[in-house]
């Protein structure tokens, strides 16, 4: 993380000196917050990810409330979801790895899995408390399984994505949210649809 946290810094001091954009479009909508629904299975990668990675899957204590989010915290943020989706190449498991799903935390290449827990990694070690940091699995405009990091704060629920650089709440990306990490807890998961008898909901991401 050394030579990464170089380049974050220089990063961090260009983004300094930019206005920090409004975020707080989905106050606009029905709801600034994705609605939570009951307690789900968490995706397969996630689970032997989890099981190789131990340390990377503890909660770290007791829930606290939802993070408030101060200009300097949004500008890194910004840079972190920006650097990560530059210095990350979008490869996938197939191509790395030779099997369809295996999460893991990138160094230069990776699929959206990877992005997300890179980027959750950082922010992790920079100060933003674990249960603002949910990876989030979702269906993307094409109906195809997405996975990407959402930030839960005071002011409402953002996305970060490895398909753009811009911060958007979640009501604005486009995307139907299937499922994410447990604020009291990351190694369970709450489903952000509700259940639909004989319904299953998508437990991995590809892109």
């Known amino acids: 993380m050394g030579k990464i946290g170089q380049v974050m810094a220089l990063v961090l001091g260009c983004l300094l000196a930019l206005a920090t954009p409004s975020l707080a479009s989905s106050t606009q909508k029905a709801s600034a917050f994705a609605r939570e629904y009951s307690e789900t299975l968490p995706p397969i990668g996630f689970v032997e990810f989890c099981q190789r990675n131990p340390e990377n899957c503890q909660p770290e204590g007791l829930f606290k409330r939802r993070v408030s989010m101060t200009e300097e915290k949004?500008?890194?943020?910004?840079?972190?979801?920006?650097?990560?989706?530059?210095?990350?190449?979008?490869?996938t498991d197939d191509t790395l790895y030779g099997t369809p799903e295996y999460w893991t935390i990138p160094t230069d290449a990776g699929d959206c899995e990877d992005v997300?827990?890179?980027k959750k990694k950082i922010l992790l070690s920079k100060g933003i408390p674990e249960e603002a940091l949910r990876i989030t699995v979702v269906l993307d405009e094409h109906s195809e399984g997405h996975a990407v990091l959402t930030?839960?704060?005071?002011?409402?629920?953002?996305?970060?994505?490895?398909?753009r650089n811009e911060i958007r709440a979640w009501a604005d990306t486009g995307y139907t949210m299937l499922?994410?990490?447990?604020?009291?807890?990351?190694?369970?998961?709450?489903?952000?649809?509700?259940?639909?008898?004989?319904?299953?909901?998508a437990g991995t991401a590809s892109k």
Request: glycine residues 6%; proline residues 7%.
């Open 74 to 91: 949004w500008l890194l943020v910004r840079m972190v979801n920006a650097f990560v989706n530059g210095a990350i190449a979008p490869v």
């Open 116 to 118: 997300v827990l890179l």
């Open 151 to 163: 930030l839960t704060s005071a002011a409402g629920d953002y996305i970060l994505d490895n398909r």
């Open 179 to 201: 499922k994410r990490q447990s604020a009291q807890d990351p190694r369970k998961w709450v489903s952000l649809e509700p259940v639909r008898p004989g319904a299953s909901v």
